[in-house]
């Protein structure tokens, strides 16, 4: 790909144009529903290794569509459980429609299971299905409704995050395992609680390299998230949170962020082997809709500075979903 001496990147026919300075990129100049040539899925796939989130305007996919161009880059994954606004015909495509997915489950009103989930700054920073032995390889979501304001998603780069560790730090932790698992943090309701009862019938961890390799790029990622991080192995309690607590700060330094402002038709599409992302948290309270659809592209099993592979501790398999 070649590089302007202004802030565009042009390859394929495609116009790519960085939007911070470590993370995030708009592309402009292509129709994701028309029968892309191998050239721009090049150069797009190049925009994602290199940006790590990467943005489409104006986009007329339909979920058809969507899956089509997932497939360009991998094969999409097939959840067994899906949300009730999931389209029954495209079982690739996950809806993700905000006030819905957990009223009333659980007991329990999606704000609550917020507040529960996500108690402190960090807690709602993840990527996706991190917990598995085998975590999506990346994440393709496009917006159908969004609010009026509010809603926006931030990104986090986790290479340039290990980067600016110092080289004792980053000495250190390449040789680190850290435990992911589903339901950290989360704080019960007094009593019987549903959703516990749910996390302890269905859990799901993996032991993974803190310092994660990227398979395509080589990049070392510190490999961390507020959402399923839970105890680095062959440390104390106190000193792991207290790594931990240092480690996520790091990742998620603004100037390692990107923020998006969704519009009907946006597409962002991200590498979940090299980010962490936050959902927004300003528009529950609005009560406008926020309708989006992802699809998921099948990953690889981590592998850290050492060579060693992940291990699954519980719940997870890799390839079956």
Request: charged fraction near 25%.
């Amino acid at each position: 790909m070649t590089t302007d001496k202004g802030t565009a990147e042009r390859d394929a026919g495609i116009e790519v144009n960085p939007v911070a300075g470590h993370i995030g990129a708009e592309i402009t100049g292509v129709d994701l529903s028309s029968d892309l040539d191998d050239s721009v899925v090049a150069a797009i796939r190049a925009a994602v290794l290199r940006w790590k989130v990467v943005f489409f305007r104006g986009q007329k996919l339909d979920h058809t569509g969507h899956v089509a161009f997932a497939r360009r880059f991998g094969e999409p994954v097939v959840l067994r459980k899906r949300g009730s606004a999931s389209p029954a015909d495209f079982p690739e495509v996950e809806t993700t429609a905000d006030r819905l997915e957990l009223g009333g489950k659980f007991g329990m009103e999606h704000e609550e299971w917020l507040q529960r989930r996500r108690h402190t700054l960090l807690r709602g920073w993840h990527c996706d299905h991190g917990a598995r032995i085998d975590p999506p390889a990346a994440t393709i979501l496009r917006a159908e409704t969004v609010p009026p304001y509010g809603g926006d998603t931030q990104w986090s780069n986790l290479a340039a995050a290990y980067a600016g560790l110092s080289a004792p730090m980053r000495e250190f932790v390449d040789g680190l395992r850290v435990e992911h698992r589903l339901g950290v943090g989360y704080q019960p309701r007094p009593g019987d609680d549903a959703y516990v009862r749910h996390l302890l019938d269905h859990q799901v961890a993996s032991l993974h390299p803190l310092v994660r390799v990227h398979p395509e790029t080589g990049e070392r990622i510190l490999y961390v998230n507020g959402y399923y991080v839970e105890q680095i192995a062959d440390l104390s309690r106190a000193e792991s949170r207290a790594i931990l607590d240092m480690l996520l700060e790091q990742a998620v330094r603004p100037e390692y962020t990107v923020r998006f402002r969704w519009e009907p038709g946006s597409v962002a599409f991200w590498d979940n082997r090299a980010t962490i992302h936050l959902a927004p948290g300003d528009n529950a309270h609005l009560g406008f809709p926020r309708t989006m659809h992802r699809v998921m592209l099948a990953g690889d099993v981590p592998v850290g500075v050492d060579g060693g592979p992940s291990e699954g501790v519980t719940g997870s398999e890799v390839g079956r979903w």
